[in-house]
């Protein structure tokens, strides 16, 4: 995928990979990032023009300095999507992203055409919590993450330059803290509130396993957003993209397709 | 040279299977099932008379800290028990190390809690602003740890300014907002009590004690030559900065032993040090260093890195008297052997502040009360003269010959 640095106004910036031919999506990532070999990307860009940012901080936390709020990374995508001359976006989130995906189609549901969550965070049920993504230590997420608690090979290292160990740790610190930032100590950003705002017609996909957000989390996602619809993917976890990528791009495609 | 007596204040009644029982001494180490209250009555009560007495002995400052949610260490409110030693001390400087300023909405709430001190006590509050371990600030206080830092450094700058201006102004910080910033009272010392900041080898926070005139503690638990990157660290901003190797700049911190020789050292401390280092720092890994806590700069430097690997090689493993004498956690033996490697340590890191702990783990009273004696008849002579020959400005200086004391119980109720 090709890739880009795009200027917005107020001086910030937004990195960016873009590939594929068709119609375009935007590919919001989960935790790790962008990645060279990153499996979903590569079958989304099979069938559409695929617009992937950098979530801010993920490569700069002084990208983030002055984006204190999930409202002010609303605003640094709208920002984003107006540079990018893309009126009406597909949203296509994973995990952090799709939190990312939901809060903006709350913010801006008159620009959202059509919005995919894959293991979406940003609700809480004090009677099935959340867990505590970081009740391990940060460098080792990936144990809560995948349901065999190990990343697959083309998602485990974090860097493209895995010969700097301290780079590699760099940007693990990046992502992590960035995440954290916008979810710590609890995931809840009063999202709930704000969900029946969206309008895009909506899909939810969760594994059935998910160690981090338990997947009755998809149910919630549909209460408050008209209209939306779950699956569930047994026998996958917080990872499903990626554990079951098959299975989520069959249930995404039709959707997209619609 | 000056000599503080730190207290921890840790739980001395963590069981003996502790490490087996429970996954971390803090944050969710169960409060109702650990802690008995009953004995902590005596446990405080026993362990304020250890400062007071150190105070008697001879020892300079006399040294209280923070922590949350924890058997390590139970001052969540190091106030209080500076309060509580305001009215039965006289002359040893109080100094509180610290509150954790992000902590506190707003930051003044510590100005004027400190104020408070330095005026009950007559001037003899040193001012500590560490930013609070990773479990105390993320994971027992829910502080964002993206923000932690810069939160807890524009607190520190709004107290520091407030002492200083001592009249109303608006403050509109990116954390905090006041439209009327005039905290009342204000300290007895001016412009106001000295600044330590405890660091762990950050550039940022080097940078920023050298800039502001703070004093830089390096609280360590793992001996002076492990401590050496860091203080080189610290003197080489220092120098950079274009500051004076003033050795008053920088405290550390030691674990002391006295006792006739060697082997009534390890016979008198072993058990309680190999308490400390087994149970108060038995802390689940992943609290140690939330996201973000840990700066990318200092990621860089590596430096905390290697902090870090001195003191794995001691954890997890059940720790032996013998490691830790090796290492130099401990420093332990007859007079002669303390005030040799203090002397050293001297050399080494060229701290003018030393914090001791003449009391951990589980250490009876009677242990406590020799080891302190000893320590301030027959080792504090010896070094008292080391550095005279530069300035503390780093101390308070009090505007009182006197400071007023008490009255005795009996007139009061007469």
Redesign the interface.
């Given at each position: 995928m090709k890739r880009e640095t795009i200027n917005l106004p107020g001086g910030a910036s937004s990195q960016l990979r873009r590939g594929g031919e068709g119609e375009t999506i935007v590919w919001l990532h989960g935790p790790h990032g962008l990645r060279d070999h990153d499996p979903v990307l590569a079958a989304l860009t099979e069938h559409h023009d695929v617009v992937a940012p950098l979530a801010p901080g993920f490569n700069d936390l002084d990208e983030i300095y002055d984006i204190d709020t999930v409202h002010d990374l609303a605003l640094h995508y709208d920002a984003l999507f107006d540079a990018l001359g893309l009126d009406r976006v597909t949203l296509v989130g994973h995990s952090f992203g799709a939190m990312i995906a939901a809060e903006y189609a709350a913010h801006y549901p008159r620009r959202v055409a059509k919005l995919a969550l894959l293991s979406p965070f940003g609700l809480w049920r004090d009677d099935i919590p959340v867990a505590d993504l970081f009740s391990v230590p940060y460098a080792a997420f990936n144990t809560m993450l995948w349901k065999s608690g190990k990343p697959s090979p083309e998602m485990s290292d974090p860097s493209d330059d895995p010969n700097d160990p301290v780079e590699k740790n760099v940007q693990l610190a990046q992502a992590m803290t960035t995440i954290a930032k916008f979810i710590w100590p609890i995931p809840d950003r009063n999202l709930r509130r704000r969900l029946p705002r969206v309008t895009a017609p909506t899909l939810v996909v969760m594994g059935a396993d998910d160690k981090f957000v338990p997947a009755i989390y998809a149910d919630e996602f549909v209460t408050e957003i008209r209209g939306a619809k779950a699956h569930i993917i047994p026998d996958a976890a917080h990872m499903a993209p990626y554990e079951k990528t098959e299975e989520t791009f069959r249930i995404l495609d039709s959707f997209l397709k619609k | 040279m000056k000599f503080h007596w730190f207290h921890l204040m840790p739980y001395p009644h963590l069981p003996d299977d502790f490490k087996e029982k429970y996954k971390s001494v803090w944050v969710d180490l169960p409060a109702g099932e650990v802690y008995d209250p009953v004995k902590g009555h005596q446990v405080y009560n026993d362990y304020l008379d250890q400062l007071e007495f150190a105070e008697r002995v001879g020892f300079d400052g006399i040294c209280v800290n923070e922590h949350h949610q924890n058997g390590y260490g139970l001052m969540p409110s190091p106030n209080l028990m500076a309060a509580a030693l305001t009215r039965r001390t006289t002359n040893a400087k109080l100094v509180v190390l610290g509150n954790s300023v992000a902590l506190y909405n707003p930051p003044i709430r510590v100005a004027e809690e400190m104020a408070m001190l330095d005026v009950m006590s007559g001037g003899r509050l040193v001012s500590g602003f560490p930013v609070g371990t990773g479990m105390d600030t993320?994971?027992c206080y829910?502080a964002?740890?993206?923000?932690l830092r810069d939160k807890y450094r524009e607190g520190v700058e709004l107290i520091v300014k407030a002492w200083k201006t001592r009249k109303p102004f608006a403050f509109n910080g990116k954390y905090t907002q006041l439209r009327y910033v005039n905290p009342w009272p204000v300290p007895m010392q001016t412009p106001h009590p000295p600044v330590w900041i405890p660091g762990g080898g950050s550039v940022e926070t080097y940078e920023w004690c050298v800039n502001n005139d703070f004093l830089y503690a390096h609280l360590s638990y793992w001996g002076y030559e492990n401590g050496r990157p860091v203080m080189d660290g610290f003197w080489e901003t220092v120098d950079k900065l274009g500051g004076d190797r003033n050795p008053y700049r920088a405290g550390f911190l030691q674990f002391i032993g006295v006792a006739e020789n060697d082997a009534e050292a390890e016979k008198l401390y072993a058990e309680p040090a190999e308490y400390f280092y087994n149970r108060c720092f038995h802390i689940a890994?992943?609290y140690?260093?939330?996201?973000?806590y840990?700066s990318?700069a200092t990621?860089?430097q590596?430096l905390t890195g290697q902090v870090v690997k001195a003191s794995q090689n001691l954890r997890g493993a059940n720790v032996k008297w013998k490691d830790l004498i090796e290492a130099g956690c401990v420093v332990a033996g007859s007079p002669q052997t303390i005030v040799d490697r203090l002397n050293d340590m001297a050399d080494k890191l060229h701290v003018g502040h030393v914090m001791l702990l003449c009391h951990y783990g589980n250490m009876s009273n009677e242990t406590v009360y020799y080891n302190t004696q000893r320590f301030a008849r027959e080792v504090i002579p010896k070094l008292r003269n080391r550095f005279s020959e530069y300035e503390d400005k780093w101390w308070p200086k009090s505007p009182l010959g006197e400071v007023q004391k008490p009255a005795p119980l009996s007139t009061a109720a007469e």
């Amino acid at each position: 995928m090709k890739r880009e640095t795009i200027n917005l106004p107020g001086g910030a910036s937004s990195q960016l990979r873009r590939g594929g031919e068709g119609e375009t999506i935007v590919w919001l990532h989960g935790p790790h990032g962008l990645r060279d070999h990153d499996p979903v990307l590569a079958a989304l860009t099979e069938h559409h023009d695929v617009v992937a940012p950098l979530a801010p901080g993920f490569n700069d936390l002084d990208e983030i300095y002055d984006i204190d709020t999930v409202h002010d990374l609303a605003l640094h995508y709208d920002a984003l999507f107006d540079a990018l001359g893309l009126d009406r976006v597909t949203l296509v989130g994973h995990s952090f992203g799709a939190m990312i995906a939901a809060e903006y189609a709350a913010h801006y549901p008159r620009r959202v055409a059509k919005l995919a969550l894959l293991s979406p965070f940003g609700l809480w049920r004090d009677d099935i919590p959340v867990a505590d993504l970081f009740s391990v230590p940060y460098a080792a997420f990936n144990t809560m993450l995948w349901k065999s608690g190990k990343p697959s090979p083309e998602m485990s290292d974090p860097s493209d330059d895995p010969n700097d160990p301290v780079e590699k740790n760099v940007q693990l610190a990046q992502a992590m803290t960035t995440i954290a930032k916008f979810i710590w100590p609890i995931p809840d950003r009063n999202l709930r509130r704000r969900l029946p705002r969206v309008t895009a017609p909506t899909l939810v996909v969760m594994g059935a396993d998910d160690k981090f957000v338990p997947a009755i989390y998809a149910d919630e996602f549909v209460t408050e957003i008209r209209g939306a619809k779950a699956h569930i993917i047994p026998d996958a976890a917080h990872m499903a993209p990626y554990e079951k990528t098959e299975e989520t791009f069959r249930i995404l495609d039709s959707f997209l397709k619609k | 040279m000056k000599f503080h007596w730190f207290h921890l204040m840790p739980y001395p009644h963590l069981p003996d299977d502790f490490k087996e029982k429970y996954k971390s001494v803090w944050v969710d180490l169960p409060a109702g099932e650990v802690y008995d209250p009953v004995k902590g009555h005596q446990v405080y009560n026993d362990y304020l008379d250890q400062l007071e007495f150190a105070e008697r002995v001879g020892f300079d400052g006399i040294c209280v800290n923070e922590h949350h949610q924890n058997g390590y260490g139970l001052m969540p409110s190091p106030n209080l028990m500076a309060a509580a030693l305001t009215r039965r001390t006289t002359n040893a400087k109080l100094v509180v190390l610290g509150n954790s300023v992000a902590l506190y909405n707003p930051p003044i709430r510590v100005a004027e809690e400190m104020a408070m001190l330095d005026v009950m006590s007559g001037g003899r509050l040193v001012s500590g602003f560490p930013v609070g371990t990773g479990m105390d600030t993320a994971f027992c206080y829910g502080a964002n740890p993206a923000t932690l830092r810069d939160k807890y450094r524009e607190g520190v700058e709004l107290i520091v300014k407030a002492w200083k201006t001592r009249k109303p102004f608006a403050f509109n910080g990116k954390y905090t907002q006041l439209r009327y910033v005039n905290p009342w009272p204000v300290p007895m010392q001016t412009p106001h009590p000295p600044v330590w900041i405890p660091g762990g080898g950050s550039v940022e926070t080097y940078e920023w004690c050298v800039n502001n005139d703070f004093l830089y503690a390096h609280l360590s638990y793992w001996g002076y030559e492990n401590g050496r990157p860091v203080m080189d660290g610290f003197w080489e901003t220092v120098d950079k900065l274009g500051g004076d190797r003033n050795p008053y700049r920088a405290g550390f911190l030691q674990f002391i032993g006295v006792a006739e020789n060697d082997a009534e050292a390890e016979k008198l401390y072993a058990e309680p040090a190999e308490y400390f280092y087994n149970r108060c720092f038995h802390i689940a890994p992943q609290y140690y260093n939330p996201p973000g806590y840990t700066s990318i700069a200092t990621m860089r430097q590596g430096l905390t890195g290697q902090v870090v690997k001195a003191s794995q090689n001691l954890r997890g493993a059940n720790v032996k008297w013998k490691d830790l004498i090796e290492a130099g956690c401990v420093v332990a033996g007859s007079p002669q052997t303390i005030v040799d490697r203090l002397n050293d340590m001297a050399d080494k890191l060229h701290v003018g502040h030393v914090m001791l702990l003449c009391h951990y783990g589980n250490m009876s009273n009677e242990t406590v009360y020799y080891n302190t004696q000893r320590f301030a008849r027959e080792v504090i002579p010896k070094l008292r003269n080391r550095f005279s020959e530069y300035e503390d400005k780093w101390w308070p200086k009090s505007p009182l010959g006197e400071v007023q004391k008490p009255a005795p119980l009996s007139t009061a109720a007469e």
